[in-house]
Nanobody
């Protein structure tokens, strides 16, 4: 079973930037299509961005042009660079496989956008 550990969240002002990371255990990371998801208070978890094993990416319309997903297979890590953050981006951010999350969810990392 792959374990997922998210990190890097925090408090940032509207318009600011933040980067979050997800480290995955296991030796098959390079073959996994990985995605970022988020869950805001009182809302369902939603897809944010995905990067396939071949490097191609997909983004939710709400973050397109502002967020960038990337991966480092040598480090078994997937990243999410978030720019021009908005209060509505406030959520707990999780990683998992994409387009279908199949592994147990990690603890997530809290991102709060507020002045």
């Amino acid at each position: 079973q792959v374990q997922l550990v998210e990190s890097g969240g925090g408090l940032v002002q509207p318009g600011g930037s933040l980067s979050v990371s997800c480290a995955a255990s296991g030796s098959i990371f390079s073959k996994m299509n990985m995605g970022w998801y988020r869950q805001a208070p009182g809302k369902q978890r939603e897809f944010v961005a995905g990067v396939r094993s071949d490097g191609t990416t997909n983004y939710a319309d709400s973050v397109k042009g502002r967020f960038t997903i990337s991966r480092d297979n040598a480090k078994n890590t997937v990243y999410l660079q978030m720019n021009i953050l908005k209060p509505e981006d406030t959520a707990v951010y999780y990683c998992n496989t994409f387009p279908y999350p199949v592994h147990d969810w990690g603890q997530g990392t809290q991102v709060t956008v507020s002045s």
